[in-house]
């Protein structure tokens, strides 16, 4: 049995190199039902950081999100266990980033268009990333556990039916899985083909923001290039937009 009070090694020295996108074949996020050892060591400061970031932006909520820690990449496989935690515990990681201690994965859907633009968002001043551009998506929370495992496909589509409306059963799915990873940040995606143009999607999506009672972005964005000055880019975005232009034109 683990012990944990000791993070776990994993083999982040044979991780691909940062930023390279490389196929992702599976994804095995077993949950762990203890505290994660990250939260345990830090929750002095977790709490401290929460009341700054609080007062900051009076709109952050405190709800649980999944955590991973000891991340192995192997052959295209990601495994390794997750934990639930505080919001505000990823606030406090994500300022330093103790990749030995734990890493942020997330899955995120590419909507393209018929018409072969991204269609991305932007997150609104309220958010923990505000003003940032890239595809509807979220952290996993234990919402998207299914028989002890993270469901990445349900987190998608939940994901972004919340901030955009749109569904991707609507939607064919042009790719497998890929990733990158960037300072302990594992950006897990795949691109889906929508039948609409991208006006129209723009639109749709801006039909829901007006009646969305909480929404979480500003706008929707149709992106038709990948250059990263663009926009206010999340990091993994810019490497992400010209592997779709390059693979589905």
């Known amino acids: 049995m683990h012990d944990l009070l000791q993070p776990l090694t994993s083999n982040i020295s044979e991780w691909p190199r940062e930023r390279l996108i490389f196929p992702a074949r599976r994804i095995d996020l077993r949950v762990i039902d203890a505290p994660h050892p990250y939260y345990l060591s830090e929750r002095a400061q977790i709490a401290v950081n929460w009341d700054l970031e609080f007062a900051a932006n009076p709109a952050l909520y405190d709800g649980q999100m999944m955590l991973p820690r000891a991340i192995e990449i192997h052959d295209g496989v990601i495994s390794g266990e997750t934990h639930a935690v505080p919001y505000?515990?990823?606030?406090?990681?994500?300022?330093?980033?103790?990749?030995?201690?734990?890493?942020?994965?997330f899955s995120m859907p590419v909507i393209v268009s018929s018409d072969?633009?991204?269609?991305?968002?932007?997150?609104?001043?309220?958010?923990?990333?505000?003003?940032?551009?890239?595809?509807?998506?979220?952290?996993?929370?234990?919402?998207?556990?299914?028989?002890?495992?993270?469901?990445?496909?349900?987190?998608?589509?939940?994901?972004v039916l919340e901030e955009t409306g749109l569904s991707l059963s609507d939607a064919e799915t042009v790719?497998?899985?890929?990733?990158?990873?960037?300072?302990?940040v594992i950006t897990v995606f795949r691109a889906y083909r929508f039948a609409a143009t991208a006006s129209d999607l723009v639109e749709r999506i801006g039909r829901h923001i007006v009646v969305d009672p909480e929404p979480e972005i500003d706008e929707a964005l149709a992106i038709?290039?990948?250059?990263?000055?663009?926009?206010?880019?999340l990091p993994f975005m810019p490497p992400i937009l010209e592997w779709v232009f390059n693979n589905m034109r």
């Open 116 to 159: 072969g633009a991204v269609v991305a968002i932007r997150m609104g001043k309220h958010t923990s990333n505000p003003g940032r551009v890239y595809c509807a998506a979220g952290s996993l929370d234990p919402g998207d556990v299914r028989d002890g495992v993270c469901d990445l496909d349900g987190n998608m589509a939940r994901e």
């Open 224 to 233: 038709r290039n990948a250059d990263p000055g663009q926009h206010l880019y």
């Open 88 to 105: 505000s515990t990823f606030l406090l990681w994500r300022k330093t980033r103790p990749i030995a201690a734990a890493v942020h994965l």
């Open 175 to 184: 790719s497998g899985f890929h990733a990158l990873h960037d300072r302990g």
